[in-house]
């Protein structure tokens, strides 16, 4: 079955620990990107990616690492997570050409306290 | 920066009415697409219009996009409970992917 595939779905920690969610698809799409939901905002882009081993900012990159170091992968780094964090994020990927639907995983809900 | 802008930013109808949606957007696109979130849960892909279509059918489901205006409609006809969910529609441009739009919440009540 084709899917993006994120954990932890939640996950409560503290101001500064070091947190790391991952996210993992198995169609074989070059795309991946990252986004984050709060109320009354919509999806915001975190970082995306391209390719193996090329990402980019997206619009909230602030407080945020990723790496790509291969297709399937693309894990969100906290280095030092703060309140304004807190939030829903999801994963997404999609092919090649950014003209297709991208799938999204089920998402992962932040609390940083 | 957003890229659409839903409107009504809420929706509330009965159960057989049609719910209509609409999307604004910046800058040019490629296609824009349609996605339903139901609540908490992840993004699942609606529909696709490309920049150089003006009408899509798809199910009960009926999109338009004006790039003239940088505008589009979903029309959802004959509603159901179980289409209560967030509705948002989202740019496609350069690499950048999709850009989305804050969304609509769209209740259809039995």
């Known amino acids: 079955e084709a899917q993006v595939t994120q954990n932890p779905r939640y996950l409560i920690t503290v101001t500064g620990k070091k947190l790391t969610v991952t996210c993992s698809q198995n169609m074989n799409h070059e795309y991946m990107s990252w986004y984050r939901q709060d109320p009354g905002l919509g999806l915001r882009q975190i970082y995306y990616s391209m390719n193996v081993e090329v990402t980019d900012k997206g619009d909230v990159p602030e407080g945020y690492k990723v790496s790509r170091k291969e297709k399937r992968n693309f894990p969100l780094i906290l280095e030092s997570p703060s309140p304004n964090q807190t939030s829903l994020y999801f994963c997404a990927s999609s092919s090649r050409q950014s003209y297709t639907e991208a799938f999204f995983g089920q998402g992962t809900r932040l609390t940083v306290v | 920066s957003q890229q659409g802008e839903e409107d009504p930013q809420a929706l509330s109808i009965q159960e057989g009415e049609n719910a209509t949606m609409n999307c604004s957007y910046k800058?040019?696109?490629?296609?824009l697409q349609w996605y339903r979130q139901n609540s908490g849960r992840g993004l699942v892909h609606l529909i696709l219009i490309r920049s150089n279509e003006r009408e899509k059918h798809s199910g009960r489901l009926r999109v338009t996009l004006d790039t003239s205006k940088k505008s589009s409609s979903l029309l959802i006809t004959a509603s159901r409970a179980a289409d209560t969910a967030s509705y948002f529609c989202?740019?496609?441009?350069?690499?950048?992917?999709?850009?989305f739009g804050s969304g609509t919440q769209l209740t259809v009540l039995p």
């Open positions: 989202a740019g496609s441009g350069s690499a950048r992917q999709l850009t």
């Open positions: 800058t040019s696109i490629n296609n």
